[in-house]
């Protein structure tokens, strides 16, 4: 592999790298063996201890945690995604009496921690701990989605709007049928990649106590023992991070296609998860 | 209204907590995060390797998930903390700092090929070529996306709350809890004090963007 920040390697060079190579293999696997062997001492790897898998209960139970992880996620990628396209619609709006309230509405949604939103509805509304979280995720995501479109719509080229006004189209025809397919095709990894970030906040549901993988997780620590909460622990996070991956990589795949088809290409995925606003 | 004027000590408090462990996490998330950067484009390949996969795992890894580890998981195994404020320190530090790795080395990236290029030409090492040149510009064009992924901090934070950790949020579900009848203008209160973090570091991320946009 060449890379523009250092020369091709001769053999001095390569002589260093293989030797820092090693010694980096070193550390990280002597830390890693150093981990293992702590664990070991505490008989985490007791076969007694993993044989709480062979109860099927265990695996209903996490199956539950999935599924509840997943129906949040799903139900409020549902709703989020229509009524994060009506907010953008109205933040873009020619009327400032529609476009000025929903920016502030926007930012104030933008700036809150989910988790707060959650115990808002939880608490205020008296809600299942179900709808809470569904709400929280909605209302969050809801903004970002809005904010992803919108930075989609603002990078096509002028002349779209332009051409769609001049055929006779209304400013809102104009917006639904030239500019938000466009915006929404360009955004797909962007919307894929926080659909990701939402799949991540359903584990906040733990803290208002809805039963998803991680209070399954507790549950079952609370009902077996303590000695089982490492092997749970460490099942059900292998099962969470494979999922979030999964969809990950699905973003990842979505821009480098889109790249190669969608006119004038998709935008990257932004790190933060959030389109820096313009 | 009355509420949240009457346990002002309890919210400056949260508060203060908020900001400590967003600027401690952010320090040492900002340092980490820029190493494993350093590590991902460097030559030696174990370390390329480790900085990816480390990345690649907390990327994808649920908050709530590093911080039950820091705080459940860790003391059963022997890992003991004096105040649990440590354990969300290092769960915050940890997410944060993949999620910095990654806007530095698309920094790094954007930097024009050339500089590093008339860097080796004049005889640069790898570690002169990234620490002089690179570096220092590439740091210069992520700093908006830096300053989101600080505010995103800021707002996860709050998930400590739910871990013994009395910062705004843990302060208040204890409010919340106290003031029954009074609960919205407790959590608006919260709310409030958040927004006061967040919506100026938003306002300066945009500044910024757009000093930066002119620069280039």
Known sequence: ?278 | MDVIIENLPQYWDGFLRTLFLSVVSGIIALIFGTVLAAARVSPIAALRGFSMVYVEIVRNTPLTIAFFFAAVVLPRLGITFQQFEVAAIIALSAYTSAFIAEAVRSGVNSVPVGQAEAARSIGMKFSQVLTLIILPQALRTVIPPLINILIALVKNSSVAGAFYVLELFGQGKQLANANGDAVVWVLVGVAFFYLLITIPLGYLANVVERKVAIAR
């Open chain 1, 1 to 278: 592999m060449s890379s523009v920040l250092y020369d091709v390697p001769g053999p001095k060079a390569r002589r260093i790298s293989l030797i820092g190579s090693i010694i980096g293999v070193v550390v990280i696997g002597g830390l890693l063996v150093l981990a293992v062997m702590t664990l070991a001492q505490q008989g985490i790897f007791d076969a007694n201890r993993w044989a709480v898998f062979q109860i099927p209960d265990v695996w209903v139970l996490i199956a539950n945690g999935i599924g509840a992880t997943l129906a949040a996620a799903a139900v409020a990628a549902v709703i989020a995604f229509p009524l994060g396209l009506l907010l953008c619609l109205m933040r873009i709006s020619d009327n400032a009496w529609i476009r000025v309230p929903t920016r502030i509405v926007l930012e104030f949604l933008r700036g809150m921690p989910v988790v707060l939103m959650m115990l808002f509805v939880l608490l205020v509304f008296a809600t299942s701990s179900f709808v809470a979280v569904v709400a929280g995720l909605v209302l969050y995501n809801s903004a970002i989605f809005a904010e992803i479109i919108r930075a989609g719509v603002q990078s096509l080229p002028k002349g779209q709007r332009e051409a769609g006004l001049a055929i006779g189209l209304t400013s809102f025809q104009s917006r639904l049928t030239i500019e938000l397919p466009q915006a929404i095709r360009r955004m797909l990894p962007s919307l894929v990649a926080q659909l990701v970030v939402l799949l991540k906040d359903t584990s906040l549901g733990y803290i208002v106590a809805y039963g998803e993988l991680l209070r399954a997780v507790q549950v079952m620590a609370d009902f077996l023992g303590p000695q089982y909460l490492f092997p749970v622990f460490f099942v059900a996070a292998a099962i969470y991070i494979a999922i979030d991956l999964a969809v990950s990589r699905l973003a990842i795949w979505l821009e480098r296609r889109g790249s190669r088809r969608a006119a004038g290409g998709v935008a990257h995925v932004p790190v933060a998860g959030i389109p820096a606003a313009k």
